[in-house]
């Protein structure tokens, strides 16, 4: 089992800045995909950003230039810092955690977290 907690979430006023964090329960998955997505009501899920096991990032448009996926050292945290925040910005940010092979299968295995809370605010 991969267990997946968000945090950081809260308030922020447009044009100011944040920064969630993601950990992993077992360092086993230090080799996973890690991703944020995110969603406000009544909005599909966008996917945020992404960063492999070989360290290539991918960004969505809405956010290129304002936000910066990072992990530690031992890849059992991945953050998201996003800079210029907008009105829009606002959602549930979730982490999903892709792992392949062994246990978790040929074509993967994929766990959430919960999600951790975004509005923007004067």
């Known amino acids: 089992q991969v267990e997946v907690v968000e945090s950081g979430g809260g308030s922020v006023q447009p044009g100011g800045s944040l920064k969630l964090s993601c950990t992993v329960s077992s360092n086993t998955a230090s080799s996973c995909d890690k991703s944020w997505y995110r969603q406000a009501p009544g909005k599909e899920r966008e996917l945020v950003s992404s960063?492999?096991?070989?360290?290539?990032?991918t960004y969505s448009p809405s956010v290129k230039g304002r936000a910066t996926i990072s992990q530690d050292n031992l890849k059992t945290t991945v953050y998201l810092q996003m800079n210029s925040v907008k009105v829009e910005d606002a959602a549930v940010y979730y982490c999903?955690?892709?792992?392949?092979?062994?246990?978790?299968?040929?074509?993967?295995?994929?766990?959430w977290g919960k999600g951790t809370s975004v509005t923007v605010s004067a």
């Open positions: 999903m955690i892709h792992c392949t092979g062994g246990s978790w299968g040929y074509y993967g295995t994929d766990y």
């Open positions: 960063v492999n096991n070989w360290g290539t990032t």
